[in-house]
Nanobody, 126 residues
Framework: QAQLVESGGGLVQAGGSLSVSCTPS????????MAWFRQTPIKGREFVAF????????NYGDNVKGRFTVSRDSGKNTVTLQMNSLTAEDTAVYYC???????????????????WGQGTQVVVSS
């Protein structure tokens, strides 16, 4: 059974930086596209970032573009989201997601992804 495990969340002051990582187990996720989403009770689930299997093609949500960077280390089978210039609006539970087989949904659609982690909380204090 494939699993995704996020780590690295926590509390940070506004303007600061934080990184969260996703480490899959039980499946060679180094071969598959991955994404990050975040969720809050008010905004619901929101697309954050996407990274293709080659690690070269990336896309970002408008709210994080220019501040967040997604990368992958195929050797370590890890996907990392580096978050800079954080604001209170970035407070959320962050989830990584993995695509098993392409179902035609766009990269920013949660329906594209079959595997999800348990989430890691990020709190930005203002």
């Amino acid at each position: 059974q494939a699993q995704l495990v996020e780590s690295g969340g926590g509390l940070v002051q506004a303007g600061g930086s934080l990184s969260v990582s996703c480490t899959p187990s039980g499946r060679a996720f180094g071969l598959y596209p991955m994404a990050w989403f975040r969720q809050t009770p008010i905004k619901g689930r929101e697309f954050v970032a996407f990274i293709a299997r080659d690690g070269l093609n990336t896309n970002y949500g408008d709210n994080v573009k220019g501040r967040f960077t997604v990368s992958r280390d195929s050797g370590k089978n890890t996907v990392t989201l580096q978050m800079n210039s954080l604001t209170a609006e970035d407070t959320a539970v962050y989830y990584c997601a993995g695509e098993a087989t392409h179902n035609g949904a766009p990269y920013y659609d949660a329906l594209r992804y079959s595997y999800w982690g348990q989430g890691t909380q990020v709190v930005v204090s203002s």
